[in-house]
């Protein structure tokens, strides 16, 4: 059975071209890039070369990049850089929908003395930036609000909102790791100090991610070790994987423009036609301001979990927006924030395309997925069968 894959939010195949440009650094080019000999050094070239694709995808200078493991650690060292450059402020602004990678670092950093508030959003996931322009204090020491939402695609404005922190003097960080190869990005033309990224949501492998630091930003490493990465981020790099993800950036420019149209197209003849094939769906979050992969569908009066199941008989792969938590479905914090009813954030699907989905795969989705629903709804004691219509109000 073929894989349908609709799942690159989760994470993305690595690229054939990513994948032909590292093989040669596991076994034959496998010197150390900080060696004296040509043999290493021609390894820390080619690193070099990976933070220029990369300053390029983003608009940004070489030395403004910082490779690092993942995300997550990008997500951390720079609320921890931020921190640590104003001792005396003990405040950090960010919003209620940020992925774990912040939030619970935020939660952390709670019990270690700091004050956090976390910027509610609106019923289409959107944040208002007069709130947000209130939350900031003298004593806030960072921001950091992610620029595309993982569940909902759902951009937030954060150009305009690092200006706003900007002015007051206060670091702007942003989690991009969804933005990222899917919307055009410029750094230079931002205010943004620090920007997360990561390589297994652009067709690069997991295991390498990226914190950009605007010139003249503070910094200290969060990694602290060897002269690595110009002293801010030390251990030995993970030389295939940056060089894979510095390919991945220089084929992500090649391909906005597809990401922007042909993606793009591929995910609104989805949605479109779900929505009209199956009653009491909905789409979750704002469908102007989103990223152009993806979309987040509730059915109403099914769960997730169970559309997953069948949808995996079919080789459909997708997520959904509940996670089992102490043995109960919950609906995730990003849904739960928005305010999406209870009956429909249980039934919440996110599918999120690629540059690799193919129209066929999209209507093998549009032909099976209505008889699913129609299945498990009819196992359902709140749905009334042929009315398309629920029976509890
Ligand atoms: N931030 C966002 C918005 C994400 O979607 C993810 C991963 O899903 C991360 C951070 C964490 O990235 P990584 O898996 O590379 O640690």
Not at 180 to 198: E, Q, R, Y
Not at 235 to 252: F, R, S, V, W, Y
Not at 267 to 278: H, S, T
Not at 349 to 363: A, G, H, K, M, Q
Request: glycine share 8%; charged share 20%.
């Amino acid at each position: 059975m073929k894989t349908i894959y609709l799942d690159n939010n989760a994470t993305t195949r690595v690229a054939p071209e990513v994948l032909e440009e590292m093989l040669p650094y596991f076994s034959q080019l496998y010197g150390n890039p900080s060696s004296m000999h040509s043999f290493g050094g021609q390894v820390g070239r080619k690193l070099r070369e990976a933070h220029e694709k990369m300053a390029a995808l983003l608009g940004a200078s070489p030395d403004e990049i910082i490779f690092t493991s993942c995300g997550t650690e990008s997500d951390n060292a720079a609320v921890r850089a931020a921190l640590h450059s104003n001792p005396d402020k003990r405040h950090i602004v960010t919003s209620r929908v940020e992925h774990p990678a912040i939030r619970a670092l935020c939660a952390h950093l709670a019990t270690r003395g700091y004050r956090v508030t976390e910027l509610p959003v609106d019923a289409e996931g959107r944040l208002d930036l007069e709130q947000y322009r209130k939350a900031l204090t003298a004593d806030t020491a960072v921001v950091s609000l992610m620029w595309a939402n993982n569940e909902t695609g759902v951009v937030f404005p954060v150009e305009q909102a690092a200006e706003i922190a900007g002015e007051k003097g206060i670091i702007f960080h942003t989690d991009a790791v969804q933005a990222v190869g899917k919307i055009p990005i410029d750094l230079g033309k931002t205010a943004i100090n620090m920007l997360s990224l990561s390589g297994h949501k652009l067709h690069a492998p997991k295991g390498v991610g990226v914190l950009y630091v605007r010139r003249g930003t503070k910094f200290s490493p969060f990694m602290i070790g060897g002269h690595q990465e110009k002293g801010r981020r030390g251990g030995t790099e993970n030389t295939p994987g940056i060089i894979g993800l510095g390919k991945a950036a220089e084929l992500a420019a090649r391909y906005m423009e597809t990401e922007n149209t042909v993606v793009k197209n591929l995910r609104d003849r989805l949605e479109n036609a779900l929505l009209a094939r199956i009653p009491n769906s909905r789409v979750n979050g704002d469908r102007v301001n989103r990223l152009p992969n993806t979309t987040n569908i509730s059915f109403e009066f099914v769960e997730g979990e169970g559309i997953l199941l069948m949808m995996d008989e079919f080789g459909i792969c997708a997520s959904s927006g509940s996670a089992c938590t102490s043995g109960s479905l919950q609906p995730s914090h990003v849904l739960r924030a928005m305010g999406v009813p209870f009956t429909m954030a249980h039934g919440s699907i996110r599918f999120s395309l690629s540059v690799y989905n193919t129209d066929e795969e999209i209507d093998l989705v549009v032909e099976k997925l209505p008889a699913i629903i129609e299945t498990l709804r009819a196992m359902s004691p709140y749905w009334k069968p042929g009315e398309g219509v629920c029976a509890r109000s």
